[in-house]
């Protein structure tokens, strides 16, 4: 069984940094804390993706994000639903 590994976000005030989300490369970002719904969404999807593959250019995490953000708000995800009980592909 591999090692599960998960990424830890937190939520703080960014407005003088300029940006709705940070990812420094140690398993946490970090999210304005004003951020709501799909935006929240949004930028903790870019932000995951930051972390997950460092060499990805801004424009192709934006991109990337973008799409992951539609697809799963599309389907109905959101933070509501809180079951876990099914394990994930690495576990």
């Known amino acids: ?7 830890k976000v937190t939520y703080q ?6 940006a709705w989300g940070l990812s420094e ?12 719904g799909k935006k929240q969404f949004e930028i903790i999807i870019h932000e995951m993706l930051h972390e997950l593959f460092p060499a990805l250019e801004e ?6 994000a973008a799409i992951m953000t539609r697809t799963l708000w599309k389907e109905g995800f959101r933070k509501i639903d809180n079951h876990d009980k099914d394990k994930l592909q690495d576990e």
């Open 59 to 64: 424009k192709e995490v934006e991109q990337k």
């Open 13 to 18: 005030k960014l407005g003088r940094s300029g």
């Open 1 to 7: 069984m591999s090692q599960r590994k998960t990424i």
């Open 25 to 36: 490369g140690f398993g946490e970002i970090f999210v304005d804390e004003k951020l709501r």
